[in-house]
């Protein structure tokens, strides 16, 4: 098991920056695969961006493409949202997660952390 503590939300003004963090602490950090969700009010979660355990592969949703960057540090046990560009509709709260390697569900959160973008 892992455990999950999401940091570095906050209000920013649209075209600017914030990067997420999320420390994990308990199992094996590299056996597991990281990804951020987001989900806005009145809105389904959705997934945001996922990096493998080795950290060697990367997805980003097309709504973020080219704005947001994910990273992880498996020395340090922490995963990265960079987002830049940030636009009024990356208002939500963010989600950090993991699944084991090899599997589907992503079985371990955060607590999540708010990000309000102001237009």
């Known amino acids: 098991q892992v455990q999950l503590v999401e940091s570095g939300g906050g209000s920013v003004q649209a075209g600017g920056s914030l990067r997420l963090s999320c420390a994990a602490s308990?199992?094996?950090?590299?056996?597991?695969?990281l990804g951020w969700f987001r989900q806005a009010p009145g809105k389904e979660r959705e997934v945001v961006a996922r990096?493998?355990?080795?950290?060697?592969?990367?997805y980003h949703s097309d709504s973020v493409k080219g704005r947001f960057t994910i990273s992880r540090n498996n020395a340090k046990n922490t995963v990265y949202l960079q987002m830049n560009s940030l636009e009024a509709e990356d208002t939500a709260v963010y989600y950090c997660?993991?699944?084991?390697?090899?599997?589907?569900?992503?079985?371990?959160w955060g607590q999540g952390t708010q990000v309000t973008v102001s237009s």
């Open positions: 997660a993991a699944r084991r390697v090899y599997l589907s569900e992503w079985a371990y």
């Open positions: 308990g199992d094996r950090f590299s056996n597991y695969d």
């Open positions: 990096i493998t355990g080795s950290g060697t592969r990367s």
